[in-house]
T-cell receptor
């Protein structure tokens, strides 16, 4: 069983479209995250959720809207896609948010906006 | 966030030990030292973490300097599968919104030669 799974793995879409990426974790974790890895390979936090509540929104454009229907899911919806949104998006989860716990990452969703 | 400094790249030969250094001179007393790695085309993967004492697990060992201003990730016998970017990250043990994330730097690209 995959601990943190994301769908789809690849997503190619046109500018201006709206798309969603789904994430599910079966680890029973309380905290979930979205990270973005750009073409230069920098990994940046976008959002953190704890028990379905938004904790961190790291200056992400409001075209990006995370939604956590329950603790096991954190989906990412993106409106009006732009070329600069092309990147790999990683979902992750951890038992808690504090320093002594490890995070588990999904395999990523490669988004290409054309 | 407390910062870490790692070499951009390192090379090793297969089946030899690898010592990956990390400097964190501004570490606070409550910061855990985490190591993650990212294999090509995969999500980041937890390797090991520690606070003050050296740690061992099935993947690696973590040696922490007595003053905690530096640490070393040790891969005892490198394999081709260990070729990846290795990230050294500090994470505070205390609660607080800023802790709801892992802050990734550039990491060290490890090349393993057959």
């Amino acid at each position: 069983d995959t601990a943190v799974s994301q769908t789809p793995k690849y997503l190619v879409t046109q500018m201006g479209n709206d798309k969603s990426i789904k994430c599910e974790q079966n680890l029973g974790h309380d905290t979930m995250y979205w990270y973005k890895q750009d073409s230069k390979k920098f990994l940046k936090i976008m959002f953190s959720y704890n028990n379905k509540e938004l904790i961190i929104n790291e200056t992400v454009p409001n075209r990006f809207s995370p939604k956590s229907p329950d603790k096991a899911h954190l989906n990412l919806h993106i409106n009006s896609l732009e070329l600069g949104d092309s990147a790999v998006y990683f979902c992750a989860s951890s038992q808690a948010y504090w320093g002594g716990t490890e995070a588990f990452f999904g395999q990523g969703t490669r988004l290409t906006v054309v | 966030d407390a910062k870490t400094t790692q070499p951009n790249s390192m090379e090793s030969n297969e089946e030899e030990p690898v010592h990956l250094p990390c400097n964190h001179s501004t570490i606070s007393g409550t910061d855990y030292i985490h190591w993650y790695r990212q294999l090509p085309s995969q999500g980041p993967e937890y390797v090991i973490h520690g606070l003050t004492s050296n740690v061992n697990n099935r993947m690696a060992s973590l040696a922490i300097a007595e003053d905690r201003k530096s640490s070393t990730l040790i891969l005892h016998r490198a394999t081709l599968r260990d070729a990846a970017v290795y990230y050294c990250i500090l994470r505070d043990a205390n609660s607080g919104g800023s802790n709801y994330k892992l802050t990734f730097g550039k990491g060290t690209l490890l090349t393993v030669n057959p």
